[in-house]
């Protein structure tokens, strides 16, 4: 167990669905980061989040938003699912706005069908 | 635009012997490296790092060596077990001082690493 904990596991939907994936960041991280692995592709970074507030933004589709509560936990929303959407999305933490070192969860495999 | 890259997709090797894994990278505000290592249905748990001003990391069998010249690093690992057999990525990070960049980390396309007893 990393301490970074990713819900659901699994979870497949249908084309044009809004879903919603959660991190829980390991106790005394400050920064959330979420990452996309698809099929044959390396990690692509997402998105970050320090402390609450949106510190860096990469590859992340119109339709993808993401946000970082009071209690540290995020919330990665994608909607107007398509095909391609299907992938690993990782979501990592760290303790400083620096990072280094990130811990990563486990991962949430969503299947659009 | 990949900015680190892992050109081979795989590499086989015997038990016991040296297992060296190679990555690239084009961007010059890279201050700090990362190998990362993936079993399936797990995270990425973290290998070893090298600061830019350093060109070697050492920790156990596990060595890290930086040419910032070349914009190479590779990763040694002698000697090479079945349980090291995994996806090995090659990460580095922008560390961008009052910017927006602080830690993220691009990550290479990964090396499957097939260690055979």
């Known amino acids: 167990d990393s301490g970074v904990t990713q819900t659901p596991k699994h979870l497949i939907t249908a084309t044009g669905q809004r879903v919603t994936l959660r991190c829980s960041p390991r106790?005394?991280?400050?920064?959330v980061y979420w990452y996309q692995q698809s099929l044959d592709q390396g990690l692509q970074f997402l998105i970050q989040y320090y402390n609450g507030e949106e510190r860096a933004k990469g590859n992340i589709l119109e339709r993808f938003s993401a946000q970082q509560f009071p209690d540290l936990h995020s919330e990665l929303n994608l909607s107007s699912l398509e095909l391609g959407d299907s992938a690993l999305y990782f979501c990592a933490s760290s303790p400083t706005r620096q990072g280094g070192g990130y811990t990563f969860g486990s991962g949430t495999r969503l299947t659009v069908v | 635009d990949q900015q680190v890259k892992q050109n081979s997709p795989s590499l086989s090797v015997q038990e016991g012997r040296i297992s060296i894994l190679n990555c690239d990278y084009t961007n010059s505000m890279f201050d700090y490296f990362l190998w990362y290592k993936k079993y399936p249905a797990e995270g990425p748990t973290f290998l070893i790092s090298?600061?830019?001003?350093?060109d070697k990391n050492e920790d156990g069998r596990f060595t890290v060596f930086l040419n910032k010249s070349a914009k190479h690093l590779s990763l040694h690992i002698v000697p090479s077990q079945p349980g090291d057999s995994a996806v090995y990525f090659c990460?580095?990070?922008?560390?961008?001082?009052?910017?927006?960049?602080?830690?993220?980390?691009?990550f290479g396309q990964g090396t499957i690493l097939t260690v055979h007893p």
């Open positions: 990460a580095a990070r922008t560390f961008s001082a009052g910017g927006t960049s602080y830690g993220k980390l691009t």
């Open positions: 106790s005394g991280d400050l920064s």
């Open positions: 090298i600061s830019s001003i350093k």
